[in-house]
């Protein structure tokens, strides 16, 4: 079963308009963490946002935004006034256990996004 | 400060050749991980190495290796290349092993032929 599932494998946004991209994960651990990247064409992979199983508020970075609904094992990520640099591949992924055991992060297959003028 | 840097940036081997990748990690951080992304994909982890020493390893076979230094720079190591290992190498550093942010490096290109 797939741990980490993003379903929108491209989504087009206009340029100041808001987006929420869509990421569900599969775990049985209670302690889990879960993190947004954004990757350009470049190829670096660069830290958006991160959401530990146990946080009680959602995480927000600047213009991000996690939106965690643990009950539904989602963890959609929201851009707010979209920019033209803000197009790139977007990975949802998850690291499970604590301590000695938390060392992996899981990915999905990623989201490209594309933000017209 | 520098971030994380690998080296070569891109790189042409024939099939069953031998690779050597590099990485050097954000100054202090101790922990390095290796990931592969094919095209099209995710990434997929491969090693992760603390304090000098293996803390996990992906489902690769064993013709992946890796190693870190002293310095807490790292070397993965790919022996009888495949075409299928053709890939985006990325590696990733953290100051401990159980961070809540990994920073990744530019990624090395390779292609084998």
């Not at chain 1, 992979?45 to 213009?63: C, H």
Request: aromatic letters at 14%; glycine letters at 10%; hydrophobic letters at 30%.
């Amino acid at each position: 079963a797939q741990k980490i599932t993003q379903t929108q494998p491209g989504m087009f946004v206009q340029e100041k308009e808001a987006v929420t991209l869509d990421c569900t994960y599969d775990t049985s651990d209670p302690s889990y963490g879960l993190f947004w990247y954004k990757q350009p064409s470049s190829g670096e992979m660069i830290f958006l946002i991160y959401q530990g199983s146990y946080d009680q508020q959602n995480a927000t970075e600047g213009r991000y935004s996690l939106n965690f609904q643990k009950a539904r094992k989602s963890a959609n990520l929201v851009i707010s006034a979209s920019q033209l640099g803000d197009s790139a591949m977007y990975f949802c992924a998850m690291r499970e256990g604590s301590g000695g055991s938390n060392y992996k992060l899981t990915f999905g297959k990623g989201t490209l996004l594309t933000v017209n003028p | 400060d520098a971030g994380v840097t690998q080296s070569p940036t891109h790189l042409i081997k024939t099939r069953g050749q031998h690779v050597t990748l590099r990485c050097s990690p954000i100054s202090g951080h101790k922990s390095v991980s290796w990931y592969q992304q094919v095209l099209g994909q995710g990434p997929q982890f491969i090693f992760q190495y603390y304090e000098k020493e293996e803390r996990g390893r992906g489902n690769f076979p064993d013709r992946f290796s890796a190693r870190q230094f002293p310095n807490y720079s790292s070397e993965l190591n790919v022996n009888a290349l495949l075409l299928g290992d053709s890939a985006l190498y990325l590696c990733a550093s953290s100051f401990y092993d159980w961070n809540t942010e990994a920073f990744f490096g530019q990624g090395t290109r390779l292609t084998v032929v």
